[in-house]
């Protein structure tokens, strides 16, 4: 499992969602293998942003393009043939979703079918991870973990999006690109990353419980405020998932079919907490700080969500590597590093890469 770097090395990798958070992350891990890294995104939407602090634009093949235009998308593809494909590109906040509904169901459900329909017409891609969320799954509110076969839906725009979004996935594989059909008619193979609720450093998203820690304290200089201080959900390190994706793009390559379908990449039980214990305990790690909780119920989202991994650790013999405490030092150093020791944000990140995947 941990010849990454060999395997990567020199592949043609387009990552959807560069700009972003994870994708970002993903990037810098695959720079560090020395793949070649195409990206397909907005600009960054953040201030500051893991992007620009980590020079990806000078460092990939960049393009900012809105995946919502198919004949782009489809120029792009055609010109760099990417032989792995990895689509994190999405409207990825549960709050904006219900600000701007329509845009959050083209980018998330037409923008994925756009790229499931590049990938299929241009063919170059042996293998694509696509990425829906935890989010996907009907909420019952239930103490349970989700698994994999668990009924899907949404009772949000964000969720709703991202369920219908697994559904285009799989109808694609069902079509046009069955594994029954590998290697006959197509030479794709694709598979669906869901992961929970994820932290680490270089997120400044609005809406999200880290960076409004961060902000509250580096920035504002004020309280952290909480929406939903009870809110129950599977944190766990940005590197988690992305190793679970990275690790299905290579066993889809290399044809193993095994590796096909939905995974759900999420934490330790231990680390399915509230919201106010995860802000609690950064504040604790950053040594200053403080919080009030001001319920919002006008935008409501799932109260309590956990994630089954048993799948994953089973099947693609995946596990997360870090612990509840590991996860939360790997998060707030990053940022005690940025914003107090100063020292180079990309070695810092570079050296979290590699401290994690050497675990
Ligand atoms: N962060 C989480 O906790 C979490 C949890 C589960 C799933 N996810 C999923 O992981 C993926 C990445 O999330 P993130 O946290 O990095 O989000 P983010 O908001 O930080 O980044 C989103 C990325 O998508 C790009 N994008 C948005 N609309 C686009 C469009 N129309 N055309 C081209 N690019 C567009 C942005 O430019 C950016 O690069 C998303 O699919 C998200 O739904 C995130």
Same mark, same amino acid.
């Given at each position: 499992?941990?010849?990454?770097?060999?395997?990567?090395?020199?592949?043609?990798?387009?990552?959807?969602?560069?700009?972003?958070?994870?994708?970002?992350?993903?990037?810098?891990?695959?720079?560090?293998?020395?793949?070649?890294?195409?990206?397909?995104?907005?600009?960054?939407?953040?201030?500051?942003?893991?992007?620009?602090?980590?020079?990806?634009?000078?460092?990939?093949?960049?393009?900012?393009?809105?995946?919502?235009?198919?004949?782009?998308?489809?120029?792009?593809?055609?010109?760099?043939?990417?032989?792995?494909?990895?689509?994190?590109?999405?409207?990825?906040?549960?709050?904006?979703?219900?600000?701007?509904?329509?845009?959050?169901?083209?980018?998330?459900?037409?923008?994925?079918? $756009?790229? %499931?329909?590049?990938? !299929? /017409?241009?063919? *170059? #891609?042996?293998? =694509?991870?696509?990425?829906?969320?935890?989010?996907? @799954?009907?909420?019952?509110?239930?103490?349970?973990?989700?698994?994999? $076969?668990? %009924?899907?839906?949404? !009772? /949000?725009?964000? *969720? #709703?999006?991202? =369920?219908?979004?697994?559904?285009?996935?799989?109808? @694609?594989?069902?079509?046009?690109?069955?594994?029954?059909?590998?290697?006959?008619?197509?030479?794709?193979?694709?598979?669906?990353?869901? #992961?929970?609720?994820?932290?680490?450093?270089?997120?400044?998203?609005? @809406?999200?419980?880290?960076?409004?820690?961060?902000?509250?304290?580096?920035?504002?200089?004020?309280?952290?405020?909480?929406?939903?201080?009870?809110?129950?959900?599977?944190?766990?390190?940005?590197?988690?998932?992305?190793?679970?994706?990275?690790?299905?793009?290579?066993?889809?390559?290399?044809?193993?079919?095994?590796?096909?379908?939905?995974?759900?990449?999420?934490?330790?039980?231990?680390?399915?907490?509230?919201?106010?214990?995860?802000?609690?305990?950064?504040?604790?790690?950053?040594?200053?700080?403080?919080?009030?909780?001001?319920?919002?119920?006008?935008?409501?989202?799932?109260?309590?969500?956990?994630?089954?991994?048993?799948?994953?650790?089973?099947?693609?013999?995946?596990?997360?590597?870090?612990?509840?405490?590991?996860?939360?030092?790997?998060?707030?150093?990053?940022?005690?590093?940025?914003?107090?020791?100063?020292?180079?944000?990309?070695?810092?990140?570079?050296?979290?890469?590699?401290?994690?995947?050497?675990?």
């Amino acid at each position: 499992m941990d010849n990454f770097g060999e395997f990567f090395r020199g592949k043609r990798v387009l990552v959807t969602g560069h700009t972003g958070f994870k994708g970002a992350w993903l990037a810098q891990v695959l720079l560090n293998w020395d793949a070649e890294v195409i990206g397909v995104s907005l600009p960054p939407h953040t201030s500051p942003s893991l992007f620009e602090i980590l020079g990806l634009e000078k460092k990939v093949v960049n393009y900012y393009q809105d995946i919502n235009d198919f004949n782009k998308v489809k120029e792009i593809f055609e010109k760099e043939k990417p032989e792995i494909v990895f689509h994190l590109a999405a409207q990825a906040i549960v709050r904006e979703g219900y600000n701007d509904p329509l845009k959050t169901y083209a980018t998330n459900i037409l923008g994925t079918a $756009n790229i %499931l329909h590049a990938i !299929k /017409e241009v063919g *170059s #891609a042996k293998s =694509a991870v696509m990425i829906t969320s935890d989010k996907v @799954y009907e909420n019952k509110e239930w103490v349970h973990s989700y698994r994999e $076969n668990d %009924l899907i839906g949404g !009772k /949000e725009p964000y *969720s #709703a999006s991202k =369920a219908a979004a697994d559904i285009v996935i799989n109808s @694609y594989v069902q079509s046009f690109l069955h594994p029954e059909h590998f290697g006959s008619k197509h030479n794709t193979l694709v598979a669906t990353g869901r #992961a929970g609720n994820v932290i680490g450093g270089g997120d400044w998203a609005n @809406y999200r419980v880290v960076p409004d820690i961060v902000r509250a304290v580096y920035e504002k200089n004020e309280p952290v405020a909480i929406r939903f201080p009870r809110s129950v959900r599977p944190w766990e390190h940005v590197l988690e998932p992305v190793s679970g994706y990275i690790l299905l793009a290579k066993k889809l390559y290399e044809g193993d079919k095994s590796a096909i379908g939905a995974w759900n990449f999420g934490p330790h039980d231990e680390s399915f907490v509230s919201v106010e214990e995860l802000v609690k305990k950064g504040i604790g790690l950053l040594g200053k700080g403080s919080y009030s909780v001001e319920p919002d119920d006008s935008k409501p989202e799932a109260g309590l969500l956990k994630l089954d991994i048993v799948k994953a650790k089973s099947i693609l013999s995946w596990r997360p590597r870090l612990d509840f405490v590991s996860n939360l030092n790997f998060t707030f150093d990053w940022y005690k590093n940025f914003y107090e020791k100063k020292n180079d944000p990309v070695e810092f990140t570079k050296n979290q890469i590699d401290s994690f995947f050497s675990k």
